[in-house]
């Protein structure tokens, strides 16, 4: 089991920067991707980018490209998220997730952290 804890969130003006952390516990040995959904206030949750835990490849929801940058320390078990310009609707409840084999799902997941974005 894999225990994921997010920070970093907070309140911030639009065109601002922001970066939340997800550090990870217990099995991490058996981490396969790291990835980053966000949940808007009466929306689904939705896909914002994920990492090989043990290689370099990312891959980002279109939208969010060339805004938002993920990355890791595999050292000390954390993924973080840098948000760029943001706007307003990019408030959310941020969450991390993993999968631990291929083609699996994201069996654990963070209780979120709010970012808020104010116009």
């Known amino acids: 089991q894999v225990q994921l804890v997010e920070s970093g969130g907070g309140l911030v003006q639009a065109g601002g920067s922001l970066r939340v952390s997800c550090v990870a516990s217990?099995?991490?040995?058996?981490?396969?991707?790291m990835g980053w959904f966000r949940q808007a206030p009466g929306k689904e949750r939705e896909f914002v980018a994920s990492i090989r835990w043990s290689g370099r490849s990312t891959y980002y929801t279109d939208s969010l490209k060339g805004r938002f940058t993920i990355s890791k320390d595999n050292a000390n078990n954390t993924v973080y998220l840098q948000m760029n310009s943001l706007k307003p609707e990019d408030t959310a409840v941020y969450s991390c997730?993993?999968?631990?084999?291929?083609?699996?799902?994201?069996?654990?997941w963070g209780q979120g952290t709010q970012v808020t974005v104010s116009s």
């Open positions: 997730a993993c999968t631990v084999q291929s083609g699996g799902g994201w069996t654990s």
């Open positions: 217990g099995r991490t040995a058996s981490i396969y991707i």
